[in-house]
Nanobody
Framework: VQLQASGGGLVQAGGSLRLSCAVS????????MGWFRQAPGKEREFVAA????????YYADSVKSRFTISRDNAKNTVYLQANNLKPDDTAAYYC??????????????????WGQGTQVTVSS
């Protein structure tokens, strides 16, 4: 399984970006999907996740109401719509796929596969 994240860039505070994660090798519908981020000097942190069917989504408190995770199983792609971006959102964003995740959906170690990361930089 390979994950390819894209869509990062430089944006002013208050702006928006849409990150994409293309999955290949197996059907996207096989996986729970998550987005994590890591800023320089900080640990990787959970951002958002979505169950296989797309019926349940989860968000970190810091992004709730600003970010939206979605998936298109037919296109084998997961999206993260990030609105009203803040300088604190600056980080490398990683998508991840998990085979069998129950309660640990916000924990990075629960995921089996990772993409290479896409950089988001928000200027003030």
């Amino acid at each position: 399984v390979q994950l390819q994240a894209s869509g990062g860039g430089l944006v002013q505070a208050g702006g928006s970006l849409r990150l994409s994660c293309a999955v290949s090798g197996r059907p996207l519908s096989s996986y729970t999907m998550g987005w994590f981020r890591q800023a320089p000097g900080k640990e990787r942190e959970f951002v958002a996740a979505i169950r296989r069917s797309g019926g349940h989504t989860y968000y970190a408190d810091s992004v709730k109401s600003r970010f939206t995770i979605s998936r298109d199983n037919a296109k084998n792609t997961v999206y993260l719509q990030a609105n009203n971006l803040k300088p604190d959102d600056t980080a490398a964003y990683y998508c991840a796929a998990g085979n069998s995740i129950l309660s640990a959906i916000m924990t990075s170690t629960a995921y089996n596969y990772w993409g290479q990361g896409t950089q988001v930089t928000v200027s003030s």
